[in-house]
């Protein structure tokens, strides 16, 4: 059964904290990809992974740090937490093969809320 | 510009009624593939279906039912005879044929409510 993990499902932070954010996959997936969720506004993708140290941008970085030192996790970074980035936190994985054929694979979310 | 557009911010239904959920989509791409997605309060995302811009034949599974038409740029999804567990919020998103990462681009989302 694949699987993509978050490491919290609820966290709760204060504002200026450095906060981490897990996601690890067992599916050998080369893309991954960060979304935060919000009312009204669907997904939006923070930044992706395409490869081992290899990132790109979303459609809303600021704020917002990556890391991918193993293929099989991606870890979004809040450098100083703000109560604008309370929301819900989504990671996923697909294939590179096949493209844009692929269905992206989602973690449960994790629920962050800034003080 | 890409753009994936679900009107429907809401919808509430009683159980055993039939709910459309609409999905419209702008691309420049000829080639690109269509998903919905389903998200039940435990809020993990659920693949439900995809379609390729060149497969316009409508699909069924079970109660589900997908009508895709390019001459109106739609992804409509059907669910007959509704039951509480349908209750959930619903995804409809995008990818480009240009792109090899897999990048999806979602719309807002419907939040559909099956009430008993």
């Known amino acids: 059964d694949v699987k993509v993990t978050q490491s919290s499902r609820y966290l709760v932070k204060r504002t200026g904290e450095k906060v981490f954010l897990e996601c690890v996959q067992d599916?050998?997936?080369?893309?991954m990809f960060w979304y935060r969720q919000d009312p009204g506004l669907g997904l939006r993708l923070i930044y992706f992974s395409y490869d081992v140290k290899m990132k790109e941008k979303g459609d809303i970085p600021e704020g917002y740090s990556v890391s991918r030192e193993k293929k099989e996790r991606f870890s979004l970074i809040l450098e100083s937490a703000s109560t604008n980035q309370t929301s819900m936190y989504l990671c996923a994985s697909t294939r590179t093969s096949g493209g844009s054929y692929n269905e992206q694979f989602f973690g449960p979310g994790t629920r962050l809320t800034v003080l | 510009a890409q753009k994936v557009t679900q009107a429907q911010t809401e919808i509430s239904v009683v159980e055993k009624e039939d709910v459309t959920l609409d999905c419209v989509y702008e691309?420049?791409?000829?080639?690109?593939?269509l998903f919905w997605y389903k998200q039940p309060p435990s809020g993990e995302l659920v693949f439900l279906i995809r379609?390729?811009?060149?497969?316009?034949q409508n699909e069924i599974s079970g109660r589900y039912s997908w009508n895709f038409q390019k001459s109106t740029s739609s992804f409509n999804f059907t669910i007959t005879a509704s039951q509480v567990v349908d209750s959930a919020v619903y995804f409809c998103?995008?990818?480009?044929?240009?792109?090899?990462?897999?990048?999806?681009?979602f719309g807002q989302g419907t939040t559909l409510q099956v009430k008993p």
């Open positions: 599916m050998d997936h080369e893309n």
């Open positions: 379609r390729n811009s060149f497969d316009e």
């Open positions: 998103a995008l990818s480009e044929g240009s792109s090899n990462t897999g990048k999806l681009i």
């Open positions: 691309t420049r791409d000829t080639t690109y593939y």
